[in-house]
């Protein structure tokens, strides 16, 4: 324990795996952990024993912030959290309900890249806070239509990036349950007010929405809320018609908060690798921008249905995934055998996704940035599958958002090449440092100049 290097976790679990082979166990004060590290053992984990770790490790940050555990990511495994998954993925995440709100997607997108065309060019620019904006203010967009004007947004924003420091803040009372009462760091407490803030948002977006419908106003373009609403309305089926009767009930309101917190602090810092990776690769940087020249040109903004032509940039996404991304944790629910070995009841699995991505037997180069791996199909066969691609988890607990997360991520990413070169400020280096957390972040931020590169500026 004294040697394990908190902002360096990822590389020191890798470097053990290295030296003591695929699985091994570190205990801790208050739980044991396992790691695992090959696909073989993956598989056994997320596939063979999936009811036995249906369950995800959580905090009570998590929990307070989740409406009480009461949203599809704290839910234990049964009917509730089945029922209320069956709603974000069947109906309101489904490709279908996403095409009808693309368009209330590239509004928020367009109206954000005005606002670095009027603000930050030239200047140097935090290139995960651009990101984070655009990701936030395009996902709130097809969620409610975006209503509630720009101090609304601006306030969402500042909540989520709360909300996501709060749940990497390490907290003494979840090592020691005993102390919890005590709330010695205050963890408890700022929760539970940055919970109430949140649900007082989203509380006040559905009344808006409910008076609207009542006074029949409607929505010009249909969003997630208002599918959200409809299968709210229809009753939805046996297994999830009660839990949503009422669209006051947390399990109402905790689907929207997965919606619009889930994964946009994530995307955004993606979107920030997948940059300082094109910084550091600029025969990979100069084939994204021909490929956006190519398919979107130089005289109109990125839309949509660009996005099923840019094969070049899906690879480069799945290549910053490949190399940015940590670990899937999960929880046996009961005794069981992984590998040969023992694991007993309540033990913490991490499945460390960092080192099988970075395997030298599964991936050839691994640690170069080389997207044309995942062009060509063939050669690397179903990655996924086979349980050595794992950047959405697998299984049953599999990450829900990810068509959303995907989608959002391609389109934000493209929308800022293709608009803006994006420059290292005079003097200063590119550099690549990183460190452990819920998602693996940069140490330092990056920061660059944008340029305009759309030949018309009234584009913009
Ligand atoms: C690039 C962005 C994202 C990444 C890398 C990501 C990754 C993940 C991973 C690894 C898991 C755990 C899977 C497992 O245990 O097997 C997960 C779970 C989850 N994600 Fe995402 N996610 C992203 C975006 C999103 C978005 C946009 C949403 C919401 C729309 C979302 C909602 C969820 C939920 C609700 C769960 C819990 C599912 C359950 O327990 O049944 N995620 N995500």
């Known amino acids: ?23 091994y166990k570190i205990q801790t004060p208050s739980k044991l952990l396992v790691v695992v590290s090959s696909p073989a053992l993956a ?22 912030l989740g409406y009480g555990g009461m949203e599809v990511g704290t839910l234990p495994w049964g009917p509730d959290w089945a029922g209320l998954r069956k709603i974000l993925v069947r109906d309101v995440l489904s490709n279908r309900a996403l095409d009808t709100c693309r368009a209330l997607r590239e509004r928020a997108v367009a109206a954000g890249i005005r606002e670095i065309r009027a603000d930050s060019v030239g200047k140097p620019t935090r290139v995960f806070d651009a990101a984070f904006k655009l990701v936030v203010d395009s996902t709130l967009a097809m969620l409610w239509g975006g209503g509630g004007g720009a101090d609304f947004a601006a306030e969402y924003r500042e909540a989520t990036r709360e909300v996501s420091q709060l749940m990497g803040r390490p907290n003494v009372s979840d090592a020691f349950p005993l102390l919890a009462m005590f709330d010695l760091q205050g ?59 009422s669209t006051s009930s947390v399990h109402f309101k905790g689907l929207i908060l997965d919606i619009a917190g889930g994964g946009t602090n994530t995307t955004a ?43 070049y940039l899906n690879a480069v996404v799945k290549e910053t995934c490949r190399l940015h991304l940590a670990m899937v ?86 929308t800022l090449l293709h608009s803006f070169d994006w420059k290292l400020p005079a003097g200063t280096e590119l550099e690549l ?28």
């Open 433 to 460: 440092e990183d460190k452990f957390g819920i998602v693996i972040k940069k140490m330092n931020p990056l920061v660059l100049v944008p340029t305009p590169r759309l030949l018309n500026l009234e584009l913009y």
């Open 187 to 245: 963890v408890q407490r700022e929760a539970a007010e940055l919970a109430a803030r949140m649900d007082g948002m989203i509380s006040s977006v559905i009344e808006r929405r409910l008076g609207d419908l009542a006074g029949k106003k409607g929505t010009a373009s249909k969003d997630l809320l208002q599918i959200l609403l409809e299968v709210q309305g229809g009753g939805g089926d046996l297994s999830t018609g009660s839990l949503i009767a």
């Open 1 to 23: 324990m004294p040697f394990l290097r908190p902002n360096h976790l990822h590389r020191q679990f890798t470097a053990l795996a290295q030296a003591h082979g695929p699985i």
């Open 329 to 414: 944790a999960r929880v046996a629910g009961q005794p069981c055998t992984i590998g040969g070995y023992s694991i007993p009841k309540g033990a913490t699995v991490l499945i460390n996704t960092w080192a099988i991505h970075r395997d030298p037997q599964l991936w050839a180069d691994p640690l170069q940035f080389r997207p044309e791996r995942f062009l060509n199909e063939v050669e690397n066969g179903p990655r996924g599958n086979n349980f050595q691609f794992l950047p959405f988890g697998s299984g049953r607990r599999v990450c829900p958002g990810q068509p959303l997360a995907v989608n959002t991520l391609k389109y934000v990413l493209a």
């Open 269 to 311: 810092m993606l979107i920030e690798w997948a940059i300082t990776e094109l910084l550091n690769n600029e025969e990979v940087m100069i084939k994204v921008v021909q490929e956006l020249d190519r398919i979107v040109g130089p005289k109109s903004l990125m839309d949509d249905h660009h996005l099923k032509e840019l094969s």
């Open 43 to 64: 598989r056994e984990v997320l596939r063979a024993n999936e009811s036995t770790f249906s369950v995800r490790p959580t905090s009570i940050a998590v929990k307070i």
